[in-house]
């Protein structure tokens, strides 16, 4: 069984920087292209950014980009996310996900690719 634990969240200023991070355990952490989505109260799941299993290579949503930072630790079975310039409309639960994969340039886009899932952190983000 894999586990994923998020922690980093919290409340910050617009223009603030937070690190989110995701501990997994339970299976070879290099198996797994990892993600990171957000959701609000009435809204779906949606995608943030994703990382492939070398971490080699990522993905952004246009919302995020240029102001986000996916990274993994594979040593420290942890994936990292780096979230600077934040803004109000960046509040939300943030979920880290982990889609098992074979092919080093597979990345998860949406939320049923990922077989395993974390609890979520809250990020509040005030103006």
């Known amino acids: 069984q894999v586990q994923l634990v998020e922690s980093g969240g919290g409340l910050v200023q617009a223009g603030g920087s937070l690190r989110l991070s995701c501990a997994v355990s339970g299976r070879t952490f290099s198996s797994y292209a990892m993600g990171w989505f957000r959701q609000t109260p009435g809204k779906e799941r949606e995608f943030v950014s994703a990382?492939?299993?070398?971490?080699?290579?990522?993905n952004y949503a246009d919302s995020v980009k240029g102001r986000f930072t996916i990274s993994r630790d594979n040593a420290k079975n942890t994936v990292y996310l780096q979230m600077n310039s934040l803004k109000p409309e960046d509040t939300a639960v943030y979920y880290c996900?982990?889609?098992?994969?074979?092919?080093?340039?597979?990345?998860?886009?949406?939320?049923?690719?990922?077989?395993?899932w974390g609890h979520g952190t809250q990020v509040t983000v005030s103006s």
């Open positions: 996900a982990a889609a098992e994969t074979m092919n080093r340039y597979y990345m998860p886009r949406y939320t049923n690719e990922c077989k395993y």
């Open positions: 990382i492939t299993w070398r971490g080699d290579s990522t």
